[in-house]
């Protein structure tokens, strides 16, 4: 049978018997793949140049180093920060400071003066120096006004001691809350 004629048969076959499609089938000529023959092809074609396992190794290893340097360097890092009681804790001066409606003088050692601040913004700046948490009680407290100086090396009871002074707060420290009434 010829390739036109089976064609035909495959895109119409209701214009066909059952027999003249059983004979047609009977003709095709369908070769089966020997798989050992066909894994070897595939091999073959798949295996790659012996310079870019032994290059992906190398660089799959320097990665690997470099993600275990970096992960060995953070925690020595962070476990030779000493560990000091709350009230004790000093500010970190190498933060880059941030402004709270006060004027930072550029020094390091110098002293951060709230003139006429509310007591939320000098609250937050001491917050963020000292890494504790700030809780208002007494939401009228939030906008007092205050004057206040704050000396880098002061530890952080010492400034709740100095706005301790006016008698319009109370601040208390907790583990590492200051609660304000």
């Given at each position: 049978?010829?390739?036109?004629?089976?064609?035909?048969?495959?895109?119409?076959?209701?214009?066909?018997?059952?027999?003249?499609?059983?004979?047609?089938?009977?003709?095709?000529?369908?070769?089966?793949?020997?798989?050992?023959?066909?894994?070897?092809?595939?091999?073959?074609?798949?295996?790659?140049?012996?310079?870019?396992?032994?290059?992906?190794?190398?660089?799959?290893?320097?990665?690997?180093?470099?993600?275990?340097?970096?992960?060995?360097?953070?925690?020595?890092?962070?476990?030779?920060?000493?560990?000091?009681?709350?009230?004790?804790?000093?500010?970190?001066?190498?933060?880059?400071?941030?402004?709270?409606?006060?004027?930072?003088?550029?020094?390091?050692?110098?002293?951060?003066?709230?003139?006429?601040?509310?007591?939320?913004?000098?609250?937050?700046?001491?917050?963020?120096?000292?890494n504790v948490k700030v809780e208002f009680k007494d939401?009228?407290?939030?906008?007092?006004?205050?004057y206040l100086q704050w000396e880098s090396d002061n530890?952080?009871?010492?400034?709740?001691?100095?706005?301790?002074?006016?008698?319009?707060?109370?601040?208390?420290?907790?583990?590492?809350?200051?609660?304000?009434?």
């Open positions: 049978m010829k390739k036109e004629e089976q064609i035909r048969m495959l895109l119409h076959p209701e214009k066909y018997t059952d027999e003249q499609l059983d004979q047609m089938l009977d003709e095709v000529n369908i070769p089966v793949p020997e798989p050992n023959e066909e894994w070897a092809r595939f091999k073959k074609k798949r295996s790659g140049s012996p310079i870019l396992k032994i290059a992906a190794s190398i660089i799959g290893v320097l990665m690997l180093s470099g993600i275990s340097y970096a992960t060995i360097a953070h925690f020595i890092e962070t476990d030779e920060k000493p560990k000091t009681a709350i009230a004790e804790r000093k500010p970190d001066i190498d933060k880059v400071e941030k402004t709270y409606g006060m004027e930072v003088l550029p020094t390091k050692k110098a002293p951060v003066e709230f003139n006429n601040v509310e007591l939320q913004q000098i609250m937050k700046y001491v917050s963020d120096n000292y939401n009228k407290a939030r906008t007092i006004r205050f530890t952080l009871q010492e400034i709740i001691d100095k706005i301790n002074h006016f008698e319009k707060v109370r601040l208390t420290l907790n583990e590492e809350t200051i609660t304000i009434e």
